[in-house]
């Protein structure tokens, strides 16, 4: 594996990884953590640095979205685990600037909380050698606003040769992550959060 791919590869457990240190939900020393994958074999990890990832805001007054193709994360295919971590402050578009700084600063609170993760496993056992489209439950714990929350995401997966392509469509309620929508703009901002990504991974040795 070259050097750009050993950095990417560190790149995204430490993304992970200190992001739930920062929640208080794992103590190990992140050091510690970023060596837990290291052994992995590499033909089994598949990569992925720029998923597209959108919100939208269906609310009576106003429609928002962004998106961001920040989205990075890794799959093992062998034990079917998987990390996920997107940098809240890379979500583009909102209807002005304004509101995107409000989204950083006073909802998201991407400062205190940088990062948004999903990390689990994948419930079917699926043969990630054999092509073909696999409908899949990912479960796992989502966090966001620095709150976990146990959730199933059901995904489409398109397994080619030297790739894999997901795409998933799913809901993220601001009140299970503790996202407080002051009650001025209560009519502007959807208290449920539509969420679309799509993406493809890669074998991380190529």
Known sequence: MNRNLNFLLLKIRVQIFSSLVRTSKVFLPVGLMVMMTAYVPQENLFFTDSGHIEFTSYAPLEYIQASSDELAGLLNINDLSFSFTIPMVSFQGF????????????YIESEKF?????KGKVIEEIDFTTPGTYQIRAKGLLNVHGVDHDR????????????????????VPLEEHKIKIPSIVQQ???EVIDVSINFEMKPIDQ
């Not at 209807?95 to 006073?106: I, P, V």
């Open 188 to 190: 502007k901002i959807a």
């Open 95 to 106: 209807n002005s600037a304004l509101q995107r700084t409000h989204f950083n600063e006073n």
């Open 152 to 171: 199933i995401i059901r995904c489409v997966i398109q397994v080619e040769t030297g790739k894999i392509s997901v795409e998933s469509n799913f809901t």
């Open 114 to 118: 940088p990062n948004s993760t999903f």
